[in-house]
């Protein structure tokens, strides 16, 4: 009886392409966060300004993030199918698959609605805050839809192609994402308790 991993080609330079890449992205945006926020060397390269600094780091995120998905793709391509998938419930497999991206896809694009440009990118590592937590779908949902989301469109892809590998690699997005959480939510949580702190300090000041 055949193994999940008897359907994974290890020897595919691709797929290793396509895990770099996945654990790459969230690495680089968060050490590039850190760096802005501690010394602003974003905000230096667009003289001075926070916002084009912003708005910098997100164009270079979501670059990141075409050329992740490029190299996903690539990898699912270059990867041999599963009969269970492809063969023996290619209808359920498909209706997965489509339920997954439409989840998926509707937690993202959901999210950088609420958020904005800026509140999707790391703004308030630029000092952009957001004026109160956005509480409201699909937040209401779940605290990090973005990744989630994405988690969920990677799965969907992956039966939609039938290939385990990208079920081997969206397990691979699930723990950089988890891993890269642990870093930002008490990082970004701090921000805006200093936030809060200076505000009311200035409170007691003016009365």
Request: glycine share 10%.
């Amino acid at each position: 009886m055949s193994s999940f991993f008897d359907y994974i080609d290890f020897s595919q330079r691709s797929l290793y392409l396509s895990a770099a890449s996945i654990i790459f992205n969230p690495t680089f945006w968060n050490i590039a966060a850190r760096q802005e926020y501690h010394h602003k060397v974003i905000t230096r390269l667009f003289g001075g300004n926070s916002l084009y600094g912003c708005y910098g780091l997100a164009a270079t995120i979501f670059s990141l993030g075409i050329l992740r998905d490029f190299l996903y793709t690539t990898a699912l391509e270059n990867q041999p199918t599963s009969p269970l998938l492809t063969k023996q419930y290619p209808q359920l497999t498909s209706i997965a698959a489509i339920a997954l991206l439409g989840a998926g896809n509707t937690l993202v694009l959901s999210s950088m609605w609420a958020l904005g440009v800026t509140g999707t990118y790391l703004g308030d590592y630029f000092g952009i805050l957001m004026d109160e937590i956005v509480t409201g779908f699909p937040f209401n949902v779940t605290g990090s839809p973005m990744y989630w989301g994405s988690c969920l469109s990677f799965l969907g892809t992956a039966l939609w192609y039938g290939r385990p590998a990208g079920i081997a690699l969206t397990g691979l997005v699930y723990v950089a994402y988890r891993v890269a959480l642990e870093f930002e939510d008490p990082f970004t949580a701090g921000i805006y308790a200093e936030r809060d702190a200076k505000e009311k300090k200035k409170g007691k000041k003016a009365q």
